[in-house]
């Protein structure tokens, strides 16, 4: 309703009338000017609305908005408040306190706040509004709690602070819990919005130790080289160069005692199969290099099983494939393959660019171990042609041999697309059956500069630079040793500091202030 300052009285009061209210009314309609009868105006039917300037706190913050009014009636306080204001006449939107009378109130965040007092007629008089007092207040009050978080109500998923003074608004819960040899306990704080429940809860981190594993399978642990796969060639733990596998080609009896031996000797003392397991990848999966004559590196360890390999003047019946070594692009290429010689010499051969003939490179005799010895194998170009290098695992047998001195020999593998695409693969190699072959590889690795080391490895190769390309081998995909670390919610001895803005109520009056009604 609408309102004017009475600098008689020097209140507020309701303007009962406009101009237009009592047009066409004599003096004689009226007994006095607030009072009327005609139905005018009947005392109560109305309410007076007082709205304040908008108040800039300077910041925002919680604050408890503060306001005392004295009327001739009972007031009701409403409060506006926003962090940003536009200059107009009223902040926008509903208020976020209606006050009314006798109510516990809530505190408030903003930055700008605005008052709207109502006062009702009473039954002889209407509304006035003598003064108005507020105040916004930021003051914060805190207290400490201290004990065993399993005393207070709740579950250790959620906990609730035993608070003795009284909040309108909770900013913070702040504390720590006592750690213990197995338990790092921290608190973190949940819903404050009920400002009687300061809600909590204790989490302490636990570690699991997790040992290290190995997951064993065939994987080029540099690139992600697609490998192609062809019979069924495994990753086995029975034998390896280096833990924890090796990949086999052809399948041996893993029934027997050790790595091969069978219970009944003789031919069903192992299994080979019939057909030819390999792994291939092709040089439009890799790029060696990108310039044509570009020096590149193949080397390997590969171990031919052989059921008496070890012993002198025996057969050791070794299990050759037919080939286990192809590097070619249809019409050029390098074979290498071994075979038994003399008594008990393991003998390795190459082929170069598909001719008929097989030449030696070096024979081993006695191997070290039983089923046959680990040989490494490294095959490269630099510009002075293709070289081939044999060693034994004891390092007591190192053979290389120059198989072409041609300076141009394969110039054109340039991993682009204008070079013909080569295809590298390893196994057991060729006339599917004609040979049951059974051997093992590991650490397969090509690299694009002419390695030279004049020895064989003596340890497990590892990426070394932009150089290395590929690197195959079986069991490299490792879990090292770690901790498995949760977070659970537990109790524990805890201080806590409890912080926000005392009790804010409604009076009998109506009035919003601090305190207890």
Same mark, same amino acid.
């Given at each position: ?7 008689q ?7 009962v ?8 009314? %004599? ?55 926003s ?20 109510? +516990? ?5 903003? =930055?700008?706040?605005? @008052? ?5 007629? +009473? ?15 930021? &003051?914060?009050?805190?207290e ?41 306990? @921290? ?11 300061? &809600?909590?809860?204790?989490?302490? #981190? ?8 190995? %997951? ?6 540099i ?8 019979? %069924? ?15 086999? @080609? ?25 057909f ?23 080397e ?6 052989? &059921? ?18 192809n590097?070619t ?5 390098? =074979? ?11 003998? @390795?051969?190459?082929?170069?660019? /598909?001719?008929?003939t ?7 005799a ?22 081939? &290098? ?7 047998s ?13 110039g054109?593998?340039?991993g682009?697309?204008t ?6 693969? #390893? ?13 093992y ?31 195959? /081998? ?21 201080? #806590?500091?409890?912080t926000?803005l ?16």
């Amino acid at each position: 309703m609408t309102s004017y300052y009475d600098p008689q009285s020097r209140t507020r009061k309701s303007a009962v009338y406009t101009w237009t209210d009592i047009s066409g009314i %004599t003096w004689a309609d009226l007994d006095t000017w607030e009072l009327a009868d005609g139905n005018q105006y009947t005392l109560g039917t109305q309410t007076l609305v007082f709205l304040t300037d908008v108040i800039d706190h300077g910041k925002v913050e919680a604050v408890n908005p503060l306001c005392t009014v004295s009327a001739n009636n009972t007031v009701n306080i409403k409060v506006y408040a926003s962090d940003t204001f536009d200059s107009s006449s009223q902040i926008s939107g509903a208020p976020v306190i209606n006050g009314g009378q006798n109510a +516990t109130l809530q505190g408030v965040s903003g =930055r700008y706040f605005q @008052f709207q007092i109502e006062v009702e007629d +009473t039954a002889t008089a209407l509304a006035e509004i003598s003064s108005v007092e507020f105040n916004i207040e930021p &003051r914060l009050q805190q207290e400490a709690i201290s004990g065993n978080s399993a005393t207070h109500t709740g579950t250790t998923q959620v906990r609730i602070a035993p608070i003795v003074k009284s909040y309108s608004k909770l900013t913070s819960v702040t504390g720590n819990a006592k750690a213990e040899i197995d338990k790092v306990p @921290f608190i973190t704080i949940g819903d404050l919005g009920n400002p009687e429940e300061p &809600r909590y809860t204790v989490f302490s #981190l636990s570690s699991t130790p997790n040992d290290s594993s190995t %997951t064993i399978g065939i994987v080029d642990v540099i690139n992600d080289t697609t490998i192609t796969q062809v019979g %069924t060639p495994i990753a086995t733990q029975r034998t390896y160069k280096w833990s924890p596998a090796s990949i086999e @080609f052809g399948t041996v009896n893993p029934a027997g005692d050790g790595l091969y031996y069978g219970d009944g000797g003789g031919s069903a003392a192992y299994i080979t199969t019939t057909f030819d397991d390999a792994i291939q990848i092709a040089s439009d999966d890799f790029t060696i290099g990108s310039t044509s004559g570009q020096d590149f590196t193949i080397e390997f360890w590969v171990k031919i099983w052989g &059921r008496f390999a070890h012993q002198s003047g025996v057969d050791p019946e070794y299990a050759h494939p037919d080939h286990f070594f192809n590097f070619t692009n249809g019409s050029e290429g390098l =074979r290498l393959k071994t075979a038994t010689q003399g008594t008990n010499n393991l003998e @390795f051969f190459y082929q170069l660019d /598909n001719d008929s003939t097989y030449t030696s490179i070096v024979s081993i005799a006695n191997p070290l171990i039983a089923e046959g010895d680990w040989y490494f194998v490294r095959v490269k170009r630099t510009n002075s042609g293709i070289r081939v &290098r044999i060693v034994n695992s004891a390092g007591d047998s190192d053979t290389e041999v120059t198989v072409d001195a041609d300076s141009d020999k394969w110039g054109n593998i340039s991993g682009d697309s204008t070079g013909s695409v080569w295809t590298l693969s #390893l196994g057991d190699l060729d006339n599917p059956g004609s040979q049951q072959a059974a051997l093992y590889m590991d650490d397969i690795k090509i690299s694009s500069v002419a390695e030279s080391s004049t020895y064989a490895p003596g340890a497990p190769f590892i990426p070394d630079g932009a150089d290395d390309i590929v690197l195959i /081998n079986a069991g490299t995909t490792t879990v090292y040793p770690t901790s498995v670390t949760e977070v659970i919610p537990v109790d524990a001895e805890v201080n #806590l500091v409890i912080t926000g803005l005392p009790k804010m109520v409604s009076d009998a009056s109506g009035n919003i202030i601090e305190g207890e009604t």
